[in-house]
């Protein structure tokens, strides 16, 4: 469980409460191959807001796909690097 909130009042966590309120903001599922996930997801129909993943300094590998494809829900995909 990760818990956030918004640092200042124009980040997308502050705009997403303003506008929903309290409550979910996203779920997030490993997966072993980010690159195939997407794929899938992609020619399910859903539509991505990232078509390639990011990376973070940690090299955690991660992408999201838009909530109008998964009945109103933000979900983020993340493989962790292969040392972890």
Do not use: M, W
């Not at 399910?44 to 990376?55: D, V, W």
């Not at 940690?58 to 909530?67: C, E, K, L, M, N």
């Amino acid at each position: 469980i990760e818990l956030i909130q918004p640092t200042t009042d124009d980040s997308g966590v502050a705009k997403y409460l303003a506008k929903k309120g309290a409550g979910l903001h996203h779920l997030c599922i490993e997966v072993e191959d980010i690159a195939a996930a997407l794929a899938h997801i992609a020619a399910s129909g859903a539509e991505l807001i990232n078509e390639t993943p990011r990376t973070r300094p940690d090299g955690t590998r991660y992408a999201f796909v838009h909530p109008k494809s998964t009945g109103g829900v933000l979900l983020e995909l993340y493989q962790l690097p292969a040392d972890r």
